[in-house]
């Protein structure tokens, strides 16, 4: 493991933690514009976090060894998670880290712990939220494959790491299976984080919850890694979208400009995608439960296209 | 040399696991009982070192145990294929009689229990003699031993009706299996004149042979629409023996499937073709299955399906691609298929061991009847939970490590060259991946039944953790999942092999680091303060079993989803007192899971196997003349044949 990967593993790091709660506050921005509202300030989430941190931890009688350690799980699992996704510059890859199939476990990991988790007090919130939350993660799985199945053999590599590289080095935004790949990734991304029409990450109505009904018996610093670890799982999921289809700017090199200038530019591009989610969210009201395989089927359909054209190209 | 020495340990010891209980069998003492699990771990350590050297050196060892005949001889090879398969018998049947020792004193049956350790330590060592044959003669035998060992060990508990229909079900599904590789052996005989392992051409009976074999290994590996035997078998017989023939005898039949595809077919595509679509339709179909089922044996049994079927995706995967010229992504999916068959052997006995111990403490198999062992047995949920990560294929732990090889193989068919061909393989990509995500909602249904929450019945809230060789069996087993895992991408180097798998031992390393930071960081800056208190109730006083979230709740929405494929019936028969049907006099509802392939496919060959028994019955009158009669046509027919063949 070389000096730069390890530079690599603290700097990916510090910029998604820094960042993650960011794009959240901004996804709520635009969704309170579109509403005619006024909107928390755009460093709400972060003084969330830090007044969750302060706040006493209460645990369920009930509650086991599992309530326990799934806060630290999670966030665990999903920041080497986000090692997979080079924000802001690429490195050389080592001992098969960026291997898109480990990724998409990595967040499997994280879910399956917050899944337990959710039945773990007996309350009946949790286990809705649990049984929904495995049940929607399942019928999207042969999407999910099947895009990053085709991401792959449009790049010729499993790793993510050289397919940014390669989307770096050729520059190209606008071939069509990228466009098509860019819309199957935003659908995994709406899916994956919880957000309209799927789930509604603001409502806590038994009726609706998803996300929301898993994390209900959390609290103090084990919801806040929650809270963090669902935003770092977004900005992951959009720095793979982002890196894909329009990568200028993204750092090669480890040199101090390039990185600022990348750091920005991730910035810049960031805040126009969440932007973009804000009004897609804003744009639809959220689906019943059984009407959403009907949508993933739409998805699944789109992605083999994108396999369908790739082969036929 | 070493190598016969170890051999003929492991087997003179078995022998003695075998003799010892039947020649104390009127006595029932726990020495003699404990003395027979003895013999199975030392030979099982025997045979386990034995497979080592072999896999290690390549130094493969051949003799001869007994020739009745010229030409058909019961004689043994270990090659590097065999070694393999046999390390994962010695391991499992060690760590299963570990656990054995102490379960089987908590069983009824008075001395009859010494006949299950001999019938076990017998059993063992028909699996070990079936990998190591050296040529279908002995692999017939031994296969046929294999099977009559595990019918008796089904038929343990015998006075129970349910285990008699099991047993009857397994039996005959057995020999069927032990009936079609018959056929393809004298098939393979026919065509080559001798019974080794030796290649044979492309030729219409080889086809047949190979077909006859794959429906013989396939009823016997559990694999859709054979597999029905499986959820009924499992529940039935004791835990130890549904651990062993999960995982381990349905790892034979995949053995005997890919010695006789790799030393004697020379493969076709389409028949790499055909098992991947039996290997995708049992994974997907299988869980599919076990999501629906709340009886926890049976549960396991579904997912042993599943998980044969995945061995299956990755044999048809490396037959596609050797048969279309590329050796490099071939090897990567054989070497998928065989780690996942290790790995399955691995985490589906500690899952039926931890699984057995639930039952042991609770006296039910229903999970709707569990809960909350968490608190009560700690050390067998924790193991529990390592298995059930496993299962699902989470990293860093040994399933993921096999998913990926099949994963990847499925990610590169972009080399296969049809194009549409190419597109098929994608949606078997798409229905695999569905099968895993699925094994991981089945899973947290399981683990969140069984061990959290409150208890829902009398008997889980007075349940005990089991005591210490309970758990030493399971817990051996329980750290093979995890250095299996982590250590996955060393020891494919350690073997001589190379695979593009990536280092889990680095990603538990950052897992690690990452959780310690975090923790760390939390330790200094967040608030300490801890209070434990109820779970909102709604309002209630106090939070009882019946609100919360069952398992049939947990997999409802999965249910719905995928109703179609669960085919239940609903019969809805209402009687009414007056003719414009406003009174309601009396009525029937009935809703019910329809056994698609029990009633569409099972009982309609088996009607017509009785009705042509019956009519064939007719020959047998009981009257000597009509058999003089036979006998005379028969010498007539033999003398007409033998006429115009001269």
């Not at chain 2, 398969?85 to 009859?112: D, K, M, N, P, Q």
């Not at chain 2, 006789?260 to 994974?283: E, H, K, N, R």
């Not at chain 2, 193989?409 to 098929?424: C, E, H, I, M, R």
């Not at chain 2, 078997?428 to 069984?450: N, P, Y």
Request: glycine share 6%; with cysteine; charged share 10%.
């Amino acid at each position: 493991m070389s000096l730069s990967f390890i530079i690599y593993l603290v700097i990916n790091t510090l910029v998604v933690l820094a960042i993650a709660p960011l794009f959240v506050s901004i996804i709520k921005k635009v969704k309170a514009w579109t509403q005619g509202r006024q909107g928390p300030s755009l460093f709400q989430t972060y003084f969330n976090l830090a007044k969750l941190v302060k706040k006493e931890t209460i645990y369920s009688a009930h509650s086991s060894w599992i309530m326990r350690i799934t806060p630290l799980v999670s966030i665990a699992a999903i920041l080497v998670a986000a090692l997979f996704v080079p924000l802001v510059f690429v490195p050389e890859p080592v001992g098969g880290i960026g291997n898109i199939i480990l990724l998409l476990y990595l967040l499997a990991l994280a879910k399956f712990f917050m899944a337990l988790a959710g039945l773990d007090a007996g309350s009946s919130f949790g286990g809705m939220g649990s049984s929904r939350e495995m049940s929607i993660s399942a019928i999207i799985e042969p999407t999910t494959i099947i895009v990053f199945a085709a991401l792959a053999f449009v790049f010729k590599t499993l790793n993510v790491f050289t397919m940014f590289s390669a989307s770096v080095a050729s520059g190209t935004t606008s071939t069509p299976t990228l466009i098509l790949l860019a819309i199957s990734l935003f659908i995994i991304l709406i899916v994956e984080t919880s957000r309209i029409p799927v789930d509604n990450p603001e409502t806590h109505l038994e009726l609706t919850m998803i996300h929301e009904g898993m994390i209900l018996e959390q609290s103090g610093p084990n919801l806040a890694l929650m809270e963090l670890s669902s935003a770092v799982k977004l900005t992951l999921l959009m720095a793979l979208l982002i890196n894909l289809i329009v990568p200028f700017g993204l750092s090669t090199t480890l040199t101090l400009g390039a990185l600022v200038l990348a750091i920005v530019l991730f910035a810049l591009k960031g805040t126009i995608l969440a932007g973009i989610i804000g009004l897609f969210e804003s744009s639809m009201a959220k689906m019943r439960f059984f009407r959403l395989p009907s949508l993933f089927a739409m998805a699944f359909f789109f992605s083999t296209l994108i396999i369908i054209i790739e082969v036929f190209a | 040399m070493i190598q016969e020495t170890l051999f003929v340990i492991a087997l003179l010891v078995f022998v003695a696991g075998i003799l010892i209980p039947l020649a104390t069998a009127s006595r029932d003492q726990r020495i003699f009982r404990i003395v027979s699990h003895g013999c199975t771990v030392i030979g099982s350590a025997a045979l386990g070192i034995l497979a080592l050297l072999v896999l290690l050196t390549g130094d493969g060892l051949s003799w001869t145990l007994y020739q009745p005949l010229p030409g058909c001889s019961l004689s043994v090879t270990i090659d590097r294929l065999a070694a393999f398969f046999l390390l994962l018998i010695a391991a499992v049947s060690a760590c299963v009689a570990l656990y054995t020792a102490e379960y089987v004193e908590h069983l009824e049956g008075g001395s009859r229990r010494n006949l299950l350790c001999a019938c076990t330590n017998l059993f063992i060592l028909a699996m070990a003699l079936v990998v190591v044959s050296a040529n279908t003669f002995a692999f017939l035998i031994f296969w046929e031993l294999m099977a009559g060992c595990s019918f008796l060990l089904v038929m343990y508990d015998y006075a129970g009706p349910e285990t008699r229909k099991a047993g009857i079900f397994y039996f005959v599904m057995t020999q069927l299996s032990t009936l079609f590789v018959l056929l393809g052996i004298v098939l393979l005989y026919g065509q080559t004149g001798s019974f080794a392992f030796t290649r044979t051409g492309v030729s219409l009976i080889a086809t047949l042979a190979f077909i006859a074999l794959l429906i013989g290994f396939s009823i016997k590996a559990g694999i859709i629409p054979f597999h029905k035997w499986l959820p009924y078998a499992h529940p039935a017989s004791p835990t130890p023996i549904s651990a062993l023939m999960s995982g381990v005898m349905l790892k034979i039949a995949v053995y005997g499937l890919l010695r006789f595809l790799l030393d004697v077919f020379s493969p076709d595509l389409w028949w790499g073709i055909l098992i991947l679509i039996l290997g995708i339709v049992s994974a997907v179909l299988g869980i599919i299955y076990a999501l629906k089922e709340y009886d926890i044996k049976a549960m396991l049994a579904y997912s042993s399906i599943e998980n044969t079927g995945i061995i299956f995706t990755g044999i048809g995967l490396y037959v596609i691609f050797a048969s279309s010229g590329q050796p490099v992504i071939a090897t990567i999916s054989l070497l998928g298929a065989l780690f996942h068959a290790l790995n399955h052997a691995m985490f589906k006995s500690l899952l039926f061991l931890t699984a057995g111990s639930v039952v042991h403490a609770t006296h039910t198999r229903d999970i709707e009847h569990m809960g909350g062992l968490v608190h009560r047995m700690p050390c067998t949920s924790a193991l529990f939970f390592v298995g059930a990560l496993a299962i699902a294929a989470l990293p860093p732990l040994n399933g993921f490590a096999s998913e990926i090889l099949i994963f990847i193989s499925f990610f590169s068919s972009v080399a296969v060259a049809d194009p549409l061909f190419k597109v098929f393989l994608f949606l078997c990509l798409g229905l695999f991946a569905l099968t895993s995500a699925l094994s991981a909602a089945c899973f947290v249904k399981a683990f969140g039944s069984i061990f959290l929450a409150l208890p829902r019945s009398p008997e889980s809230s007075r349940a005990q953790e089991v005591p210490f060789l309970m758990l030493l069996g399971p817990a051996l087993l329980a750290s093979a999942c995890i250095v299996l895992g982590l250590f996955a991408a060393q020891l494919f180097l350690l073997v001589g092999l190379s695979v593009p798998i990536p280092d889990m031992f680095l990603v538990g390393l950052l897992l690690l680091a990452m959780a310690f930071l975090t923790f760390a960081v939390l330790y200094f800056t967040a608030s300490r303060e801890v209070r434990v208190t109820g779970t909102w109730g709604c309002g209630t006083p106090s939070l009882k079993p019946a609100m919360e979230y069952s398992g049939h709740g947990f997999s409802e929405p999965i249910e719905i989803i995928f109703s179609t494929v669960y085919r239940t019936e609903m019969k809805n028969e209402r009687k009414f007192f007056d003719a414009k049907n406003c009174i309601f006099a009396e009525g029937t509802a009935d809703i019910r899971l329809m056994k698609i392939f029990e009633e569409y496919l099972y009982l309609p060959v088996a009607r017509f196997s009785y009705l042509a028994a019956t009519k064939i019955s007719r020959f047998q009158n009981g009257c000597l003349d009509t058999y003089l009669l036979y006998v005379f046509c028969a010498v007539i027919a033999i003398i007409v044949y033998l006429g115009w063949l001269a």
